[in-house]
């Protein structure tokens, strides 16, 4: 494995290389959700690159960039341990210049749910994300459906500026209990950790009342809010996979997402029905 941190040289060096590559853009200390990213691109591309960059533009003030774990050599070594053949880990002054362009997520789909509670939160992964591209210029770029909305908003921006790279989406792996698996579950205290277990069991409680032919999203909504009342709730919302609004399930087309605090930590998680 090769560890390349100029954004020019790993362009270069991956012209140079022959096949599909296999793309796994992360902000590092990699758990098994990262790997699986990892496994799926080395199981159907030629090379595989991950990147390990906390980008700043995606930070609000105020939030986590200083705090945010960093684990250098732990992750090194996953990545070798994995097959990759290039780790890109840039430093945030060759990722950024001074008075630069960048990308304006969509404005409405862009600033609802998670973009609501941090604005401006996705234009900043949008810009990372396409200049990561061009970097590497991947046949196939893979992403979890933990960060759904991010999800969408990349597909979408692959569609708008008609980008040549496949986007595949990978299902949330989780600890034993049910905790979506996530870099920053390392802040949580024992208690907040137990306060979270409240948010797969709002998601399951969900996915019990749609089995039970329960398709109000009013209802659903109102039984999560109650399991999940402990935390501080950021948002409980359930679209269709266009991220509309709907009030009925519509099953094979519907994504209940949760945003909610424990401590001082946020926390994503979601179903798709
Ligand atoms: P991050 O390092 O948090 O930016 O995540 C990098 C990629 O891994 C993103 O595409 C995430 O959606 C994905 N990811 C994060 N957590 C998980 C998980 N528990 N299962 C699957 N993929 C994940």
């Known amino acids: 494995m090769r560890v390349v941190h100029s954004p020019l040289e790993l362009k270069k ?10 793309f796994v853009p992360t902000m590092g200390a990699l758990h098994l959700g990262h790997r699986s990213l990892i496994e799926a691109a080395r199981e159907a591309n030629d090379l595989v690159v991950v990147s390990i960059f906390v980008n700043p533009t995606q930070f609000l003030e105020g939030e986590d960039l200083d705090a945010y774990p960093r684990r250098e050599e732990a992750d090194k070594k996953v990545c070798e341990l994995s097959g ?4 890109f880990y840039p430093d945030a002054s060759e990722m950024y210049g001074e008075d630069e362009v960048s990308l304006n997520a969509p ?8 973009g609501n509670s941090r604005p401006g939160h996705f234009s900043g992964v949008l810009t990372v994300v396409n200049k990561l591209f061009n970097i590497v210029n991947p046949t196939r770029a893979y992403f979890g459906k933990k960060d759904a909305q991010q999800l969408m908003l990349i597909e979408t921006m692959v569609a708008n500026l008609f ?5 595949v989406p ?7 209990d049910g905790l979506a698996m996530s ?3 390392v802040y949580l205290s024992e208690q907040e950790r137990e306060e979270a277990l409240k948010i797969i ?15 109000h999203v009013s209802r659903i909504r109102e039984e999560m809010l109650a399991i999940l009342a402990p935390l501080d709730v950021e948002y409980v919302t359930i679209v269709n996979r266009s991220f509309e609004p709907i009030e009925h399930v519509e099953i094979g087309n519907t994504i209940i997402l949760v945003e909610a605090i424990s401590g001082t930590t946020r926390l994503l998680d979601n179903i798709w029905i």
Do not use: F, H, P
């Open 13 to 22: 060096l991956l012209k140079e290389e022959q096949g599909t590559i296999g």
């Open 84 to 87: 990759v053949d290039y780790l």
């Open 107 to 114: 404005s409405v789909r862009g600033y609802i749910m998670e």
């Open 163 to 167: 980008m040549n790279v496949e986007i």
């Open 170 to 176: 990978m299902a949330t792996l989780r600890e034993k």
């Open 183 to 185: 870099s920053r579950n």
């Open 201 to 215: 069991k709002s998601l399951r409680t969900a996915t019990q009342m749609v089995m039970k032919n329960e398709l």
